[in-house]
């Protein structure tokens, strides 16, 4: 999972961020006084805690890892319809914001402004591609839907609860994930065949012969100390009702469908430009990783031009120490050389310790 940059808007200029467990407001805090802050300023951060509020309901299971328990007995709202709602909301989010006067923030509140404004471009970029109806890959997808538990807290009943009431939840999410699954193969939409491959045998761990070995119930055997035994008891056998009710049941269908229909229509083709609107995702992940906005065939030329730089260098060296050879057989010769390593982990340690204070003050 990764931190959307708006979630981070904010904490550039101020001195804290709040990110509750059970408060109402999970929007990072302004240490500013509010009597010092100015009408643009306020403008700005109303705007991104709204939108991180809205970012919480939307993502219920990133509002979860980050802290924010509003939402936990909830999926992500795949249907059509939010997703529409989602990428119009984007859109209305980044007219917002910039309907503000960036010139009347003062330098640390206008990063913060490019920074939410390039994450929300990026959103918009990304409904418009219809990326989503990719939601599976052989490291990420509802077949490993099991992994949010943990990053959650399981500390009272209430907590056992939002995970039984997921769990219950759990067959719309994966009517919604099959539909998104065959809206993305009637646009010729899907992973390739090498990834799609692997998901059978992780898909395996979702059909134990009983609730207690899925996965979905690892929480339930440990349970927090403070809860009393009957509570515990209760609570355990709600949670295998559910995932013998609810979970199996989906997986089995998710089976069916994944095995007979999906991995089939999977194309032999590795890589996003074989895909219909590939060659503008891959470009469109190419910008949002580097964070540039630099061209696929530009970074690719970058990394052949630092490739051949740092080979230059290595040669250098090899010529000023004398040393005759080839490169390869110069990396041999540094590996056989003792004064080259450290005799025990604690010295490796130290050194490694040394360069960081040398390096932290260049960043």
Known sequence: MRLPYYLLAGILAVGSVTVPGTSASAAPVDARSTAQASPAHEALHGLFKAEWDFMMAQDPLWASVLGDYRFNDRWRDLSSTARQ????HYRDTLERLRSLDRNRLDAADQLNYDLFEREVAMLVEHSALGAERMPLSHRDGIHAAHD?????RFETVKDYEDWIARMRAFPTYMD???ALMQEGKAAG?????AIMSRIPAQLALQLPESPEASPFYKPFTK???GIPAAEQERLRRQAGAAIRESVIPAYRKFEQVFTREYLPASPEKVGLSHLPGGKQLYAYYARYYTTT????SRIHQLGLSEVTRIRREMEAIMAEVGFKGSLSEFF????RQKQYFRADADALLMEYRALSRRIDPLL
């Open 85 to 88: 709602a989602r990428a119009r």
């Open 148 to 152: 949010i538990a943990d990053f959650l």
């Open 176 to 178: 919604q994930t099959l």
């Open 189 to 193: 939409l899907m992973p390739p065949k």
């Open 223 to 225: 349970m927090a100390a």
């Open 293 to 296: 906005d630099m061209s696929p």
């Open 332 to 335: 041999a010769h540094m590996k």
